[in-house]
């Protein structure tokens, strides 16, 4: 291949490299971005001009294709549909890796009829295998995301040992393929069970356990990539998917930890649907105050430091615009406002703060988790909107329950703890939330985003 | 092959535990962009003469999909980076 080929695929890797490393810091974090899209374009270009100007029509056009669509949904998505989208993109990403593959493949065992080497052989398997199950998997978390498909973990017996099974089934179709180079019909089953092994398994993890699948998807893509590039002999590819899979799985990994879970768990799924008999027996034994609207603006009218503790509820309520006017009413009274951000909050990793970020909350007032837990104690309110277990104290105190050992936030320590929540329903965990049990902890109930607008109201009157 | 392959994953590791949780989206669908790179291969598949060969149609509905990933991905980071502001 051509020396200046070679040396855009370097200059390519080097600002992936560049951009991602600029991600470190959220005020460089935009340039880091335009500069890995800057190594794509080089790398894109210096592919181009390798091919045969009869097929650069062709090319042209698809890429046309692809870049409206990929724009279009850019640009129409809402902040709130994000872990949807970041899903999608995802899967497509997995999808054309298959496609790349398989047609690598057919172009030299069916057209050119030569022989291929074992080990592009088997990053051909490889890579359809791991797309595949990237495409499915991520097309069913944007289904459970968006809720079009049940979003709680769906469980059968016998899900263990068929996907054991699927997953035996794939390495003898590669060994297969690697011995009976011209015969296709191994690639395609291949190609399905790996469709079929991705919608196994991602069916039975839901809710709270989105992150971490979301983030495992992200991995996979880049390990996608990267074996398309042992496929072609393609170092730019190698590069940048091993940076994409590394990433992915750090990201999983800070998410399993802030659940207290580990991957296996995770994966093995059907979370909360198993332990409904393990919570408290039956109905509530909890007994709650309610606050009304009115109480609440009081309430907030007459503290001197508030910490908001957002959830996956605030992003379904759309109430974040809201909160940023509660937030304005509040710093007009010279009240110290804050948020509290748990890492799993939401259905990917950093969901909150992008929503918040929307609303133009400034990102240093959105503290992590062990930056802020120490300052509940000396708290006025704290305002949970839309979370749950995060804050639920018997991760602490409870050993017996399922999410014992997980970080929370402190959110119980706090003066007062004013809950919104649309009704007494049970978090992803499905286990009962002691915290709204506790003398300091008032229920505001009803739709957040409603009820956050009275309280603003009243506040803009007084 | 497997030496770039070993840095590139030790290189992700070391960059990446850095990031602060605040920037975790964007850096995911950022780096979901950087995986589109497919698109190089796709258009190496598509440069295949003739429209009868599958190899070609493969490749070419691979561009279009690894497109949407590449465009798309780079276009919502940069909206979603656009709105985090420092006080």
């Keep these: ?462 | 092959m497997l030496y770039v392959l070993v840095l590139g994953s030790y290189l992700g590791f070391e960059l990446i535990n850095k990031v602060p949780p605040t920037l975790h989206t964007p850096l995911m669908s950022g780096s979901n962009a950087i995986s589109g790179i497919t698109i190089v291969g796709a258009i190496l598949a598509t440069n295949e003469l003739g429209y009868t060969t599958l190899s070609k149609w493969l490749g070419m509905l691979a561009v279009i999909f690894a497109m949407i990933n590449v465009v798309g991905g780079y276009a919502v980071t940069d909206r979603m980076l656009k709105m985090f502001k420092k006080k």
């Design chain 1, 1 to 462: 291949m051509n020396i200046y080929i070679q040396l855009a695929y370097l200059i390519a890797s080097v600002l992936f490299i560049i951009g991602i490393k600029k991600m470190n810091k959220t005020s460089e974090a935009r340039n880091g971005n335009l500069i890995s899209s800057v190594g794509m374009l080089i790398a894109i270009l210096a592919t181009v001009v390798q091919v045969e100007a009869i097929s650069l029509i062709d090319i042209f056009i698809c890429m046309i294709i692809g870049s409206a669509i990929g724009l279009y949904t850019a640009y129409k998505v809402e902040m709130t549909q994000m872990p949807e989208m970041v899903a999608v993109f995802n899967g497509f990403g997995g999808l054309a890796s298959v496609f790349v593959s398989i047609s690598d493949y057919w172009l030299k065992s069916q057209e050119h009829v030569i022989n291929i080497d074992i080990i592009t052989v088997i990053s051909i398997m490889l890579s359809v295998f791991i797309g595949g199950i990237t495409f499915t998997g991520s097309m069913i978390a944007w289904g459970k995301l968006s809720g079009k498909v049940n979003g709680n973990a769906i469980i059968f017996k016998g899900q263990h040992p068929l996907n054991l099974v699927l997953f035996i089934v794939s390495v003898v179709l590669s060994v297969l393929a690697v011995i009976y180079q011209a015969d296709y019909i191994y690639i395609i089953i291949l190609t399905v069970v790996s469709f079929i092994l991705g919608v196994l398994v991602v069916i039975p993890i839901g809710g709270a356990d989105m992150p971490v699948v979301i983030s495992l998807l992200n991995s996979y893509s880049g390990m996608a990539a990267c074996t398309t590039g042992f496929v072609l002999n393609n170092n730019v590819l190698i590069v940048a998917g091993a940076l994409v899979g590394a990433s992915g799985i750090i990201l999983t990994n800070i998410m399993c930890k802030a659940m207290n879970r580990s991957l296996v768990s995770v994966l093995l799924g059907g979370f909360g649907a198993t332990n409904t008999s393990g919570g408290a027996a039956g109905g509530s034994d909890i007994v709650v105050k309610e606050v009304g609207v009115e109480e609440a603006a009081m309430l907030f009218d007459s503290a001197s430091s508030v910490i908001v503790v957002p959830g996956y509820g605030m992003a379904v309520a759309q109430a974040q615009h809201i909160i940023k006017e509660l937030m304005e009413q509040c710093e007009k009274r010279n009240i110290d406002f804050r948020f509290a951000i748990h890492p799993v909050a939401g259905r990917m990793p950093g969901h909150m703060n992008v929503l918040l970020a929307e609303s133009n909350v400034p990102y240093d007032k959105l503290i992590e988790m062990d930056d802020i837990n120490d300052d509940f104690a000396n708290t006025d309110i704290v305002f949970v909107v839309g979370a749950n277990d995060v804050v639920n104290p018997a991760a602490r105190t409870n050993p017996q329950s399922p999410i014992y050992g997980m970080p929370i936030l402190n959110a119980d320590k706090a003066r007062t703890v004013i809950v919104s929540k649309r009704s007494m329903g049970k978090g992803y965990a499905g286990v009962e939330n002691e915290l709204f049990g506790y003398p300091n902890c008032l229920m505001l109930f009803g739709d957040a985003k409603q009820t956050i607008t009275k309280v603003v109201g009243e506040l803009k009157e007084s």
